[in-house]
């Protein structure tokens, strides 16, 4: 016993001693380079740093990869400089944001039963910033489908975000039947617009808060004397706390990122078939978390694992 305690207190003090040597710069200013297109206000925001605080190169590179997962940035790097008074820094931090137009195609094929299923996804848009902190978007499948959205960076002066986005369809959604006796009918459908919006809250380096809502709605009837249809309304909610040290948003390669937390739902659902109505409730709940790493084995590699 008296030889595990000196072990103890040195595996609990060397971190924290590591710790204590690691150097600290006073970062007197913030500059952002490379933004033609993007906010360098939501880029500064998004360091979580303030100026005329001191922070380590730890924490200076945990900065830089919360600017690295902004959607609108591809890559993001820093350097000090020397600052205006002996002893401080400057922070530039360069950026290659992504372009205001973006077009994004995909095809999947897969197999199953000795069938085969293909998907293909084509969508095209663009996204602009509105004054310092406020970004809108906009994008189309040219299959009658569209989305746009608003997002508010920087919310409380110090990062986090709510965006809304909106999707809608301006197909007819009529489809035709025949019944077993040979007459031709209609279906009609009707699509409100899907609604979701999402907030995200910093708390402290790199937790944060993350909430969601969304809501969508729909109905259909035939069109004969019958007049079958029905109504289908359908929100939920997400809430979870997260901690995400990952290098990109899409395709991580390095660092680590858990949330947990739970949402809920709710559909309610209006049948009117034969003179009669029937109404319906469903209601769901989910407690989740999870765990995933990313570790780079080479340039071009790297290694993922988690729990769910």
């Not at 500064?44 to 001191?54: D, F, I, K, P, W």
């Not at 004054?131 to 608003?150: C, I, K, P, R």
């Not at 395709?251 to 309610?268: I, L, V």
Request: charged share 20%; with cysteine.
């Amino acid at each position: 016993m008296k030889r595990l305690l000196p072990c103890l207190l040195f595996a609990v003090l060397l971190p924290l001693h590591a710790a204590a040597q690691e150097v600290s710069f006073p970062i007197e200013s913030i500059v952002v380079r490379g933004a033609r297109f993007a906010s360098e206000s939501v880029v500064r925001s998004e360091t979580r740093l303030v100026e005329g605080q001191t922070y380590t190169e730890g924490e200076l590179r945990q900065a830089i990869l919360r600017v690295n997962r902004l959607p609108f940035v591809l890559d993001a790097s820093f350097a000090l400089e020397k600052g205006a008074t002996h002893g401080s820094y400057i922070l530039a931090v360069t950026i290659q944001e992504t372009k205001p137009l973006f077009v994004l195609a995909e095809s999947q094929t897969s197999r199953m039963h000795g069938s085969t299923f293909t998907s293909e996804r084509f969508q095209t848009g663009g996204r602009w910033f509105i004054g310092g902190n406020s970004l809108v978007h906009a994008s189309t499948d040219f299959e009658n489908n569209y989305e746009a959205g608003y997002t508010q960076y920087n919310l409380f002066r110090r990062g986090g975000y709510a965006a809304l986005n909106i999707g809608w369809t301006t197909n007819d959604g009529s489809v035709r039947f025949i019944n077993p006796g040979g007459e031709v009918y209609r279906v009609e459908t009707d699509v409100d617009p899907a609604v979701e919006l999402r907030v995200g809250v910093p708390v402290r380096g790199d937790h944060s808060i993350v909430g969601q809502l969304n809501r969508h709605a729909f109905s259909y009837r035939r069109d004969d004397e019958v007049g079958d249809g029905g109504d289908q309304l359908s929100y939920g909610g997400q809430l979870a706390w997260v901690f995400d040290t990952t290098d990109d948003p899409m395709f991580p390669t390095s660092g680590t990122r858990w949330e947990a937390g739970g949402g809920f739902g709710r559909t309610a659902q209006e049948l009117r078939t034969d003179g009669q109505i029937i109404d319906t409730t469903a209601r769901s709940y989910l407690l989740r978390g999870e765990l995933v790493r990313h570790h780079p084995v080479t340039d071009y590699v790297s290694l993922s694992y988690g729990i769910a």
